[in-house]
């Protein structure tokens, strides 16, 4: 189905081709190609107030402004810990961003890295891990308030979900890859607990994350999240150490990755929201999951 707006990309496809080969022929068949390629791969975004609901907490403690405990919060309890979401919800915050990582069989559990060294008393990357290993580690180790949480595990998603629901907390899932396990898991989860469809959105900065997700259920919320000059640059605006031609092409990368996530991603995908830093001047809205938690509780 065709949207509103739709009418600018074809004319400007239909336009590029027509200058750049003088064929209209050749310009119609582009332009309808890339017609049929949107109408077929496309999926519709959810309901605007649906997204508002996760988005815009109505609920009196907010206000209307969402306060998003990072990793659970982890500034006041090790993060990605059930504990984390208990405090989360006693500090006021609104919802949690969690993190999923996947063990050797395939159990999604909260974890942000690759490896379990830096959260716990393991070591070793987490797809190595079975999940019974992973239970027998100590999820506090490494945290400043580890003597007062002591004993607490590295829970799996579905635990992490229960209690959020059970606090009445929106989820942030942030999902960094493994697109296909995770759609898979995300999406049995919505199917046994539909509440997720009013209280959580899936992030990710990977196109493919949010297009698996929107293909294993199109009704799941969803956010694309974009760092503008996140190939060239690190996150604190360093530039990567490299030739002065590969960061040349990276920065070219960059900017049609930018053009990208504001004329073609959102649309494909039909995202409800972009995490952006910057803009707002598109159909992006501006939010930065940050640590919240300290700073409401002080
Ligand atoms: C990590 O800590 C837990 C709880 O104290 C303990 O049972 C486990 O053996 C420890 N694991 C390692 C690898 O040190
Ligand atoms: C989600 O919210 C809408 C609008 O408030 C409501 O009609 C719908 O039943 C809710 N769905 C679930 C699964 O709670
Ligand atoms: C993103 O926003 C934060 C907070 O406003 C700012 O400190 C940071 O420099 C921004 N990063 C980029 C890449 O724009």
Not at 29 to 54: D, E, G, H, K
Not at 60 to 85: F, L
Not at 208 to 237: C, E, F, N
Request: net charge positive; aromatic share 8%; proline share 4%.
């Amino acid at each position: 189905m065709l949207q509103i707006g739709d009418e600018v990309y074809l004319s400007v496809v239909f336009l590029l081709f027509i200058f750049g080969t003088r064929s209209a022929i050749g310009a119609s068949a582009v332009t309808a190609s890339f017609y049929l390629f949107i109408v077929m791969f496309r999926f519709p975004q959810v309901p605007v107030n649906q997204a508002n609901q996760v988005l815009r907490p109505t609920g009196p403690a907010s206000a209307g402004v969402p306060v998003i405990a990072h990793r659970g919060g982890r500034h006041d309890a090790p993060e990605n810990t059930i504990v984390a979401i208990r405090e989360a919800s006693r500090n006021g915050a609104t919802g949690v961003e969690l993190d999923l990582g996947f063990t050797a069989e395939g159990t999604a559990v909260l974890m942000h890295d690759d490896t379990v060294d830096r959260t716990t008393n393991g070591t070793g990357a987490l797809a190595t891990l079975r999940l019974a290993e992973v239970r027998k580690l100590d999820a506090t180790q490494r945290h400043r308030l580890r003597e007062k949480f002591k004993g607490e595990r590295v829970p799996t998603l579905q635990e992490a979900v229960e209690e959020c629901i059970k606090h009445q907390l929106n989820i942030f899932f942030d999902v960094k890859d493994q697109a296909d396990k995770a759609a898979a898991a995300l999406g049995a989860l919505y199917q046994k607990y539909p509440v997720l469809y009013n209280s959580s959105i899936v992030c990710s900065f990977e196109p493919k994350v949010i297009y698996k997700m929107r293909q294993a259920d199109p009704a799941v919320v969803t956010a694309l999240k974009h760092r503008p000059w996140s190939l060239s640059r690190y996150g604190d605006g360093t530039p990567r150490s490299l030739s002065a031609w590969m960061h040349c092409w990276l920065g070219v990368l960059d900017l049609l990755l930018d053009w990208a996530h504001h004329h073609l991603l959102w649309n494909l995908c039909g995202i409800s929201v972009g995490v952006h830093n910057i803009s707002t001047q598109y159909r992006y809205l501006d939010i930065t999951l940050r640590d919240v938690i300290p700073t409401v509780s002080r």
